[in-house]
């Protein structure tokens, strides 16, 4: 935790002076708190706002805290919980512990060791935290996980940029994860208090897109029978995030631009003037700048959102990031689905590895949710994953290389085995090798080798 935020703490019991005690408790520790009466409700609280630590009872009404544990670690699996029971017992402790809680504490409690628990739990997710680098949580919008260099960069201009009010572009493969930068992006700016409104750009018809973003009075249109406040008001104070913004018409981003223009904007069917203080970060997998050239993006609008660019990398281009999203993605399905997962097959992972992802890390997420579902043992294996992975590995299985006879052909197989593991980057591949891209290519076009 940095030394300017206080930690928050989410209190789960179903005994009101208990818990009133535990808040008055932590107010004198420096900590903040919120209430929870039942599981239930600590789910629904987890579901809209992030906690450093959770400190859980075990029996109650509605929802146990053993089920509610169960359910929030589908939501956050890093969150540490605390479970305090005044039913002691040692199954029930091994029981908590094996489910995913940091530790286990009987009431009455003791508060000295409630409150190193809690502090050690705490400091454990922030090194958690810091070890999986970009591996931190934005309240629903998941996480952004890498240490690959080109995540680091982009990580590097997120940081640098959300303090800022500048308007930013992102751009980016489908399944990139341009909506967790988005999401990161707020929560990292001064606005972070305010509302992050999501739009989904080609998922809506113009009249649709200009209803929702804009709000419409009542009567404005069949079926328009109230007023209705758009994603402009509803996001004002804070940001609005406008995915697949190069599927706008024209006309849309005439009325668009005015808003970026004017701050202002007016009801669908309505004369009223509304003043809007809003950040606006868009999304595209399009070339923007070639849609413009081609006159289907309008030029002013372009430069209007595109005052920062931020590249999302694709998977392929930020390998060394797969085990460590696989480790992420196979511990979060395990626990939704109750499986025991121990680890990846070697054979497996190799696959991982080499597959290209053309669908980025949305089909890496999926493949492995699948995978829990249908593996038969405690270890992903191949057979669990998609079928159109399985044929492209068993099309591409690495070549069994034969001995070479002579020091040039042992050159050969050791530059094209270099180019194998660094997925054919040349100047990776020669700056392994110790020579310059150059003699690299030289050597290559020896071999008659494109």
């Known amino acids: 935790m940095g030394t300017q935020a206080r930690a928050k703490i989410l209190i789960v019991d179903d005994e009101r002076v208990h818990r009133f005690m535990l808040r008055s408790l932590f107010a004198e520790w420096g900590w903040d708190a919120e209430e929870a009466d039942d599981g239930s409700t600590a789910v629904a609280a987890v579901h809209k706002g992030p906690f450093d630590a959770l400190l859980m009872d075990v029996r109650m009404t509605t929802m146990d805290g053993m089920e509610a544990l169960k359910r929030i670690h589908v939501i956050n699996p890093a969150i540490p919980v605390v479970i305090m029971t005044a039913f002691s017992s040692v199954d029930s402790a091994v029981a908590a512990i094996k489910q995913g809680a940091h530790d286990y504490l009987t009431k009455p409690l003791d508060f000295d060791r409630l409150r190193t628990t809690l502090e050690v739990a705490m400091g454990h997710r922030q090194q958690e935290e810091e070890t999986l680098e970009l591996g931190q949580p934005f309240g629903d919008e998941g996480r952004i996980i890498g240490k690959s260099a080109p995540m680091q960069d982009l990580w590097d201009l997120i940081v640098h940029v959300a303090p800022t009010e500048a308007t930013v572009l992102i751009n980016g493969e489908s399944g ?18 305010g509302p992050f409104i999501k739009v989904n750009c080609a998922a809506l018809a113009e009249t649709l897109l200009e209803s929702e973003l804009f709000g419409h009075e009542r009567g404005a249109f069949t079926g328009a029978d109230r007023r209705r406040e758009g994603r ?70 372009y430069y209007r959102l595109n005052v920062v660019e931020l590249e999302v990398p694709p998977l392929r281009q930020r390998q060394a990031d797969i085990p460590l999203l696989t480790a992420y993605f196979l511990r979060s399905f395990a626990q939704k689905n109750g499986r025991l997962v121990n680890g990846v097959t070697p054979e497996c992972m190799d696959v991982l590895n080499r597959y290209p992802w053309p669908g980025n890390v949305r089909e890496l997420e999926h493949s492995i949710e699948r995978g829990v579902i249908l593996m038969r043992g405690d270890y992903l294996d191949i057979n669990a994953l998609p079928l159109t992975i399985q044929r492209w590995a068993g099309m591409n299985a690495p070549k ?51």
């Open 176 to 193: 990139t994860g341009k909506e967790l930068v988005a999401a990161a992006l707020h929560h990292k700016s001064l606005r972070h208090k």
């Open 400 to 450: 069994e290389i034969e001995e070479p006879a002579t020091l040039k052909e042992a050159e050969k197989v050791l530059i094209l085995k270099t180019l194998e593991e660094t997925g054919g980057n040349r100047s990776e591949a020669a700056r392994r090798l110790q020579i310059t891209r150059k003699t690299l290519l030289n050597k290559l076009k020896s071999y008659n080798i494109s």
């Open 232 to 301: 402009f008001v509803q996001a004002h104070g804070g940001t609005l995030f406008l995915d697949e913004i190069g599927e706008t018409s024209s006309g849309m981003q005439v009325k668009l631009l005015r808003v970026l223009q004017e701050h202002e904007l007016q009801r669908v069917g309505g004369q009223e003037t509304i003043k809007v203080d809003v950040r606006i970060l868009t999304a595209t997998n399009r070339d923007l700048k070639g849609e413009v050239v081609a006159g289907r993006f309008r030029e002013d609008l």
